[in-house]
Nanobody, 119 residues
Framework: QVQLVESGGGLVQPGGSLRLSCAAS????????MGWYRQAPGEQRELVAG???????NYADSVKGRFTISRDIAKNTVFLQMNSLKLEDTAVYYC?????????????WGQGTQVTVSS
């Protein structure tokens, strides 16, 4: 079982920055792809940024150039640096760990952290 604990959410003005952290239980980065998802009220959960077990990253078009995903393998922690935040970035952000076992994807989720962008 993988446990994920997010932190770093909060209230920020448009144009501001926040850094989210996701602490994982144990050394999982060699075996799991990691990602940050978000869900706004009334919307589906969407992938914001991902980092694979070999370190490759990918981003949603809406956050490219503004958000950066990274990881500290020694600390079992994944980060999401969010710059130039917009009103539409407001959502609950979830940390995700996933891997395929015998072709079946298994997902683990954190509890979520609220990010509110408001003036």
């Amino acid at each position: 079982q993988v446990q994920l604990v997010e932190s770093g959410g909060g209230l920020v003005q448009p144009g501001g920055s926040l850094r989210l952290s996701c602490a994982a239980s144990g050394s999982i980065f060699n075996f799991f792809d990691m990602g940050w998802y978000r869900q706004a009220p009334g919307e589906q959960r969407e992938l914001v940024a991902g980092i694979t077990s070999n370190g490759s990253t990918n981003y949603a078009d809406s956050v490219k150039g503004r958000f950066t995903i990274s990881r500290d393998i020694a600390k079992n922690t994944v980060f999401l640096q969010m710059n130039s935040l917009k009103l539409e970035d407001t959502a609950v952000y979830y940390c995700n760990a996933n891997r395929r076992v015998f072709g079946v994807r298994r997902d683990f989720w954190g509890q979520g952290t609220q990010v509110t962008v408001s003036s």
